[in-house]
């Protein structure tokens, strides 16, 4: 019988979004929403572990905060993590403010490519506990996981990493630097889709995550 494969959304972003490049016996998880976690990092850390600990043994794959709480998840209980995909990894420094991210995110909304209805739903879960979205992204932005990626590594986890060479939040060096301290196979992608590139390429998800 072959083990979970659980996805893991990006900041903000709804299980749903995801969904339409997953392959088949991959599941996207739905994380707790800003309001209940209070904006800690940690709040999502403990709730992936209750997830790893009951699901056994899996597959994680995450995109950008979600890969850094598979990172977070792999370093505290390697024994539960069989592989990681990480696609647009947060877990170096980010640059980007993110008021341009805001920015980047409204334009997608209005060129139809951030679908509307997820597009709603991730801004009411920010309207409904604002201070807490805003710190858990300022936490986002200041991780430093190089530690639990040297133990990712002495664990012997596979890695692969998936940069994207337009992805202006995080960039292709960032994700190259993670896959380094990972020691994980690197992947990098041509798409002009930038950060949120898998939301035009399904198909391409779909093959990293196979």
């Known amino acids: 019988m072959q083990s979970p494969a659980l996805f893991l959304p990006g900041w903000g972003a709804p299980a749903t979004l995801y969904e339409p490049g997953l392959p088949p016996e991959w599941r996207a998880l739905e994380p707790p929403s800003f309001a209940a976690s209070g904006g800690s990092l940690a709040a999502y850390s403990r709730w992936l572990d209750v997830e790893l600990h009951h699901r056994g043994r899996s597959r994680l794959g995450g995109h950008s905060m979600?890969?850094?709480?598979?990172?977070?998840?792999a370093a505290e209980s390697p024994e539960l993590v069989e592989r990681l995909v990480l696609v647009a990894p947060a877990g170096l420094p980010l640059q980007k403010p993110i008021a341009a991210s805001i920015v980047d995110f409204l334009r997608q909304v209005a060129r139809g490519v951030y679908p509307r209805d997820a597009a709603t739903r991730a801004l009411a879960a920010v309207a409904r506990a604002p201070r807490a979205a805003w710190a858990l992204a300022e936490q986002v932005r200041a991780l430093d996981l190089r530690r639990?990626?040297?133990?990712?590594?002495?664990?012997?986890?596979?890695?692969?990493?998936?940069?994207?060479?337009?992805?202006?939040?995080?960039?292709?060096?960032?994700?190259?630097?993670?896959?380094?301290?990972?020691g994980a196979d690197y992947r990098e992608l041509a798409s002009t889709g930038g950060h949120m590139w898998m939301l035009g390429e399904h198909d391409t998800l779909a093959r990293v995550l196979a």
């Open 66 to 73: 979600g890969a850094a709480l598979a990172i977070l998840a």
């Open 148 to 182: 639990e990626c040297a133990r990712i590594r002495e664990a012997g986890i596979p890695v692969l990493v998936v940069g994207c060479a337009s992805d202006t939040l995080v960039t292709r060096r960032h994700s190259r630097a993670l896959a380094d301290a990972l």
